[in-house]
């Protein structure tokens, strides 16, 4: 199989794109046939958006399994402004919550909400170098707070929850920018669930917002429009010009999520399929691919790993990219490298860099210590 660049693309966000969805989105940018104008000029307050916009709430919840009231909202301001006008809204009033610090994005998160009140940091895993997630016996969970924060997948460390933390008796809110609609789960157990597009779902510009009623009722009603979810729901995420091509973009991975890829159960077959075939590699020659995350909390969507020095990992993105991959670089805050394998990615692609990490393995392996600059021990 051939794959294009963009199929190539291992890019941790925004993430490659379904090929059949780039190729509706090309031709929607001339013209979208039910309406006969391009997308970037049809008004949100046109019947066809409207119904755009019904559609994509009833294939979130159609996916997700969610009751029918349920509100789903399409936001700006991506995952930041969920994580930012969340505590405004909840503790403001001198209320606390509970967050797990699991790497770089909960770290963000934590630093926001600092700014708006009481926090209790339930776990931190800063001491073991965000190389794992806490067991349930490790959560110093409260009783009395206002909700339990957590990030179901580290998009930076490429750690993984496989279960669903947290008491049942504090409203449970997580940040799913990272792997929402790549896997079923149990969603019904959220009392609010956020994500932004540019991973699984679409491109950058619109954030997914699941919220139970009964949690929006907590929520303050005076608050400026932009940060006040009632304000937000009532207006049907058009309380200002909303991000029409971007929202359009998620309509459409969200047919492709339910008409080609037959639901969430098979999509994460496919996922997993992507994820087990580069965790071989790293588990096969662990001497010179050393995975970042502890096994059991391993990230299907970020591949997080290093090489025996940064002169290696260079060399390896640079063979790479002349090998038609992008995207592998590490975050810039951590280095090394990262394979992100998003719903867009085929399986294809995945055997690809399988293929290509066991010959670049080799043929350092073959190569002489001087002319490689590699160590004698991987010599
Ligand atoms: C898990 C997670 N949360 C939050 C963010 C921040 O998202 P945004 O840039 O949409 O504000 C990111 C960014 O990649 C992320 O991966």
């Known amino acids: 199989m051939t794959l294009n660049a963009n199929q190539l693309n291992f890019s941790g966000g925004p993430g490659a794109l379904p090929e059949s969805v780039l190729q509706q989105l090309q031709a929607a940018m001339l013209c979208v046939p039910e309406v006969g104008?391009?997308?970037?000029?049809?008004?949100?307050?046109?019947?066809?958006?409207?119904?755009?916009?019904?559609?994509?709430?009833?294939?979130?919840?159609?996916?997700?399994?969610?009751?029918?009231?349920?509100?789903?909202?399409?936001?700006?301001?991506?995952?930041?402004?969920?994580?930012?006008?969340?505590?405004?809204?909840?503790?403001?009033?001198g209320q606390s919550a509970d967050y797990i610090h699991s790497g770089y994005w909960s770290g963000k998160a934590i630093h926001e909400a600092e700014k708006s009140g009481q926090l209790n940091v339930a776990w931190s895993g800063k001491t073991v170098q965000f190389g794992r997630l806490p067991?349930?016996?490790?959560?110093?969970?409260?009783?009395?707070?206002?909700?339990?924060?957590?990030?179901?997948?580290?998009?930076?460390?490429?750690?993984?929850?496989?279960?669903?933390?947290?008491?049942?008796?504090v409203p449970r809110v997580c940040d799913?920018?990272?792997?929402?609609?790549?896997?079923?789960?149990?969603?019904?157990?959220?009392?609010?669930?956020?994500?932004?597009a540019q991973k699984n779902i679409g491109p950058a510009g619109v954030t997914l917002v699941i919220l139970r009623d009964d949690f929006m009722q907590r929520m303050p009603e005076d608050l400026p429009g932009f940060i006040n979810y009632h304000a937000q729901a009532d207006a049907h995420s058009i309380y200002n010009t909303p991000p029409v091509f971007a929202i359009y973009s998620v309509l459409l991975v969200t047919r492709w999520l339910r008409d080609e890829m037959g639901g969430l159960h098979h999509v994460a077959k496919r996922n997993q399929l992507k994820a087990d075939c580069l965790y071989q590699v790293l588990d096969d020659h662990a001497d010179f691919y050393r995975g970042r995350a502890a096994v059991a909390d391993r990230s299907n969507m970020n591949v997080v790993f290093n090489l025996p020095d940064a002169e290696?990992?260079?060399?390896?993105?640079?063979?790479?990219?002349?090998?038609?991959?992008?995207?592998?670089?590490?975050?810039?805050?951590?280095g090394g490298i990262r394979a992100s394998i998003y719903n867009g990615l085929e399986v294809a692609a995945a055997e690809q860099l399988a293929d290509f990490m066991q010959t670049f393995r080799k043929r350092y392996k073959t190569a002489t210590p001087q002319t490689t600059g590699l160590s004698p021990a991987y010599a």
């Open 135 to 169: 067991s349930d016996a490790e959560l110093n969970l409260s009783k009395e707070a206002a909700y339990f924060h957590y990030i179901s997948n580290e998009t930076v460390e490429g750690l993984q929850f496989h279960r669903v933390p947290g008491r049942e008796d």
């Open 37 to 93: 104008l391009s997308i970037l000029g049809i008004s949100h307050r046109s019947q066809w958006f409207a119904q755009i916009v019904k559609e994509l709430e009833d294939n979130i919840r159609l996916l997700m399994g969610l009751p029918e009231s349920t509100r789903v909202l399409m936001m700006q301001g991506g995952a930041t402004q969920q994580f930012s006008m969340l505590p405004m809204n909840l503790l403001r009033n």
């Open 312 to 334: 290696i990992e260079q060399a390896f993105l640079k063979a790479a990219h002349e090998a038609g991959f992008s995207g592998l670089n590490g975050h810039r805050s951590i």
């Open 176 to 196: 799913m920018s990272s792997d929402l609609l790549s896997a079923p789960g149990e969603f019904n157990r959220y009392a609010m669930i956020y994500a932004h």
